[in-house]
């Protein structure tokens, strides 16, 4: 099972929170993609930066789907339950700590606030069966993963998200991995620096 923990690329965030919130916070849904979710720190991380930027009752539209293979077949328990140890949540904000997190009674452990949890859900995922949980995403976030697949799969993958993705949606990739030529008509990129990215 691999390591993660909240914030983990706090840079990617900050796109998302500059360019992506401002056109989806007003959507009357507002659904996101994260592929490869793990235990869940990165679809809590996106869904407290969601948070920050909107109301209580704005917040109640954001759904965002939570997807991975999960041999271990731990990932959904986990992320339902939403208790985290210490080591995988001190690189959050300070203030987000003490905004979203409690101690859980046993030692170390920190549970999240129920509002965020309730705006995740899990289900295990596939991505070479190349099967949408939906379709009508604001936005896909998907890391850590495709460096993972063959070059065509890789293709293949992409040009499903672009598809799961609502007109004008946008896609986030790994900063490490770069857009196969193959699908870069698919997409406009959204800053230069990062792997973030609109359908076109």
């Avoid at 140890?85 to 999240?112: H, S």
Wanted: proline content about 6%; aromatic content about 12%; charged content about 25%.
């Amino acid at each position: 099972m691999a390591f993660t923990y909240f914030f983990r690329d706090m840079q990617t965030l900050d796109f998302i929170k500059e360019y992506a919130i401002p056109e989806l916070r007003n959507r009357q849904h507002i659904n996101i993609w994260d592929a490869g979710c793990a235990m869940g720190p990165e679809p809590y991380s996106i869904a407290i930066i969601f948070r920050e930027s909107m109301g209580r009752f704005q917040f109640r539209n954001l759904k965002i789907c939570a997807t991975d293979v999960d041999i271990s077949d731990q990932f959904g328990k986990i992320i339902r339950e939403g208790v985290y140890p210490d080591e995988m949540v001190k690189r959050i904000p300070p203030e987000f700590l003490k905004k979203y997190f409690a101690p859980n009674g046993a030692p170390g452990m920190f549970k999240l606030a129920d509002e965020i949890i309730n705006s995740v859900s899990f289900q295990r995922e596939d991505l070479l069966e190349l099967k949408p949980p939906r379709e009508g995403f604001g936005l896909i976030v998907c890391k850590n993963v495709l460096l993972h697949f063959k070059e065509e799969e890789r293709v293949n993958v992409i040009r499903m998200f672009h598809k799961a993705l609502s007109p004008g949606g946008f896609f986030v990739m790994e900063q490490t991995q770069k857009l196969p030529k193959a699908v870069t008509g698919l997409f406009e990129p959204v800053v230069s620096n990062a792997q973030l990215f609109r359908k076109g």
